[in-house]
């Protein structure tokens, strides 16, 4: 079990650029989630896998904002233009199951110049 | 609305003392419970989770949490804090029957003094 691992764990860029992030999960996890937390508040969910398929969206997710698991193992998050607001850390957890604890990577801190 | 709580933003505690770290809950059924832990700059780590069954959870790192429904409370607890135990806590909660994300309160930032 490697855990949930999570590139790059530090992103630097200008407003109005466009950034990709990376998770990949516990092998055998089926189960992926993305969450968003900002300084001094807990994680808030953006969007949730089964395998390939995205099934649950957070009103959070504005249209610049985009995940994809394309083969139900990876995934990736892009967040187009960026803007001031974007600014947090992005953590990734997967899960074998609905019922069982969601583990965490380092998370992706992004930081908007 | 459903929600966590969690009242004290931040918590000081001496080394060797008690800790008690609380999270209430605003849900129509009881949901599954979790505490987690994040240190500076990390993910977060499981410490324990409650879904149903004998209230008392035992968790890792001597941590432990008791579910108390008339409460609507799932308060963290650990017997003799060690200074390695700072860092912020997050009680989280997920829908009975799974669901598919969790809900985190604001957290709690504990400091230990030696």
């Known amino acids: 079990d490697t855990g949930v691992s999570q590139d790059p764990r530090h992103k630097i860029t200008k407003r109005g650029q466009n950034v990709t992030f990376r998770c990949d999960p516990i092998?055998?996890?089926?189960?992926l989630y993305w969450y968003r937390q900002t300084l001094g508040q807990g994680p808030e969910f953006l969007t949730y896998?089964?395998?390939?398929?995205?099934?649950?969206k957070s009103r959070l997710l504005s249209d610049r904002f985009s995940a994809e698991r394309p083969k139900g193992s990876f995934s990736t998050l892009e967040i187009q233009r960026t803007e001031q607001g974007d600014s947090a850390m992005y953590l990734c957890a997967s899960s074998s199951t609905g019922m069982e604890p969601q583990h965490f990577g380092d998370g992706t801190r992004l930081s908007i110049l | 609305a459903q929600s966590v709580t969690q009242p004290d933003i931040h918590i000081t505690v001496s080394e060797g003392a008690s800790l008690e770290l609380r999270c209430n809950y605003s849900?129509?059924?009881?949901?599954?419970l979790f505490w987690y832990v994040q240190s500076p700059g990390q993910g977060l780590q499981l410490l324990l989770k409650?879904?149903?069954?004998?209230?008392l959870v035992q968790g890792i790192k001597g941590f432990e949490a008791e579910f108390k429904r008339s409460q609507s409370s799932f308060n963290l607890r650990k017997p003799s804090v060690h200074w390695s135990d700072a860092a912020e806590y997050f009680c989280a909660v997920v829908p009975t029957g799974g669901g598919n994300k969790l809900t985190f309160g604001t957290g709690t930032q504990l400091k230990v003094e030696l």
């Open positions: 849900y129509g059924a009881t949901p599954y």
């Open positions: 896998f089964q395998n390939e398929a995205q099934l649950e």
């Open positions: 092998s055998e996890h089926n189960r």
């Open positions: 409650y879904f149903s069954g004998d209230t």
